[in-house]
T-cell receptor, first 117, second 113 residues
Framework: KAGVTQTPRYLIKTRGQQVTLSCSPI?????VSWYQQTPGQGLQFLFE???????NKGNFPGRFSGRQFSNSRSEMNVSTLELGDSALYLC????????????????FGPGTRLTVL | GESVGLHLPTLSVQEGDNSIINCAYS??????FIWYKQESGKGPQFIID?????DKRQGQRVTVLLNKTVKHLSLQIAATQPGDSAVYFC????????????FGKGTHLIIQP
């Protein structure tokens, strides 16, 4: 099976711009989670989508948003970029599990390296 | 604050020796733990997981130990190889579906020839 793919792999933007990142999960996986990775804060959970609905959300401002399509592909958007948004954005997919029925093993993509100038 | 942490930011071992990477967690409600390996320029790669109803699980050259009494998790890598050089993260999930994993800061494993 092909792994999780993310596009683009690298992106350079300037402050105030907005950006959209894309993630294609492993075939058959319906849950997609997004994480931000920085040297200072490490890996932090952004949000998770399951069946086109946001199921969980981390502690990030409203400038960070996402969506999921019927084919489970997901996008995340960051509006009004700030210098501190420079990070590696990781997408992870997992086999669907209904809430309260156990936990999922998440498989990560290679990430999108976003640099904000 | 950080609910999952690692004791050492860097661990240096000789090639062929066994490596032990430690992790402490603080959320007693966590019921699922995962170890990930991240090589430079790549996303985290799943190594092994363990659920809270177990205290040991073995994979190929790796063993994860869970001590719920002291909320401690460890990853043991047997016969460490150069390809094991990476940053290793432990992660926890408190259950109820994919609520988002909480990661530790990571331990950088360096293999000395």
């Amino acid at each position: 099976k092909a792994g999780v793919t993310q596009t683009p792999r690298y992106l350079i933007k300037t402050r105030g711009q907005q950006v959209t990142l894309s993630c294609s999960p492993i075939s058959g996986h319906r849950s997609v989670s997004w994480y931000q990775q920085t040297p200072g804060q490490g890996l932090q959970f952004l949000f998770e989508y399951f069946s086109e609905t946001q199921r969980n959300k981390g502690n990030f401002p409203g400038r960070f948003s996402g969506r999921q399509f019927s084919n489970s592909r997901s996008e995340m958007n960051v509006s009004t970029l700030e210098l501190g948004d420079s990070a590696l954005y990781l997408c992870a997919s997992s086999w669907p599990t209904e809430p309260g029925q156990g936990t999922d093993t998440q498989y990560f993509g290679p990430g999108t390296r976003l640099t904000v100038l | 604050g950080e609910s999952v942490g690692l004791h050492l930011p860097t661990l240096s071992v000789q090639e062929g020796d066994n490596s032990i990477i430690n992790c402490a967690y603080s959320n007693s409600a966590s019921d699922y733990f995962i170890w990930y390996k991240q090589e430079s320029g790549k996303g985290p790669q799943f190594i092994i997981d363990i659920r809270s109803n177990m205290d040991k699980r073995q994979g190929q050259r790796v063993t994860v130990l869970l001590n719920k009494t002291v909320k401690h998790l460890s990853l043991q890598i047997a016969a460490t190889q150069p390809g094991d050089s990476a940053v290793y993260f432990c992660a926890e999930n408190t259950g109820g579906g994919a609520d988002g994993l909480t990661f530790g800061k990571g331990t950088h494993l360096i293999i000395q020839p």
